[in-house]
């Protein structure tokens, strides 16, 4: 596996956190402490009522902002859901799809994933895009079976092309907000099962250039060990990125 091929990406969710005005600090925060840091893609994705403040404070910076959510309707009676071209018009460049939150909190399932996948690709957003196993899963021994099936259900219809602009978030639901972290050797195994998934649906080129993320209690204690690993290209950071201190040392690591 040739990891060169592909870019780190360092990413925050903030979840349900941060103000506008608490978002504006944040970000300034964060992207004083990774100026010049340019050996990794640094995005922040910020509640909805945050972005308009985020953006404003990432100009000019080589942070990056996404949301967490998007709906796949184009427009209509959705009541609560913010469209992919809402999104772009206020200058997001990323979207979370699939976080383990809104499957076991919002009723998300792999068919509304995918979805919202191919709704935010064609708009022309870059997806992360979450999936990983349940605790009674990998105790049950069936990691590999249920990941693969997320990432084939999950892209289903997503072209080669649009391919480019997926990164896959591995995140164990058991290590999510948990300090449960998995093992860099498990990471690994699992973004790698990922990539040989990705390999069979497309291309080894294509699962050559995929950037495949891990997420669940990251932090800046035990990021280079994870990122050190072959097949993790990058984090996707929850409880770590609401501190700039503690994310920017996580940036450090990936550089
Ligand atoms: C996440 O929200 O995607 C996440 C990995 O959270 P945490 O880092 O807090 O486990």
């Known amino acids: ?18 103000t506008p005005s608490e978002a504006e600090a944040a970000v300034r925060e964060t992207a004083e402490l990774v ?20 953006i404003k404070a990432a100009k000019g910076t080589n942070v990056k902002i996404g949301a967490q959510n998007v709906h796949f ?17 206020c ?13 076991q909190y919002f009723g998300e ?3 509304t994933v995918n979805k919202r996948t191919i709704a935010a690709l064609n708009a022309g957003l870059k997806v992360i895009l979450c999936l990983g196993e349940v605790l009674e899963q990998r105790q049950s021994g069936i990691t590999s079976e249920i990941v693969a099936m997320q990432t084939k259900l999950d892209l289903a219809g997503v072209t080669a092309e649009q391919m480019k602009n997926v990164i896959i978030a591995y995140e164990p639901v058991w290590a999510i907000g948990t300090g449960l972290t998995a093992t860099p050797e498990q990471a690994d195994e699992v973004c790698g099962i ?6 069979d649906l497309y ?19 035990n990021a280079a060990e994870l990122l ?11 409880g770590a990125s609401l501190v700039p201190a503690k994310f920017s040392k996580i940036v450090d690591a990936a550089q």
């Open 35 to 54: 100026e010049g840091k340019n050996g990794c893609d640094v995005i922040l994705c910020v509640p909805f009522v945050d972005i308009d403040a985020a």
């Open 228 to 238: 050190s690993k072959v097949n993790v290209d990058g984090g996707l950071i929850g």
């Open 91 to 103: 200058g997001v460049e990323y979207v979370i799809i699939g976080h383990s939150e809104r499957r």
């Open 73 to 89: 309707e184009a427009k209509g009676a959705y009541t609560g859901e913010i469209s992919a071209a809402m999104l772009l018009e």
């Open 109 to 111: 399932t792999d068919e």
């Open 1 to 18: 596996m040739d990891k060169s091929k592909r870019k780190v990406v360092i990413a925050g969710n903030w979840k349900m956190n941060m």
């Open 203 to 221: 291309s080894n080129d294509t699962a050559d250039s995929t950037v495949i993320q891990y997420g669940g209690s990251m932090n800046d204690g």
């Open 194 to 199: 990922i990539r040989k998934t990705i390999a």
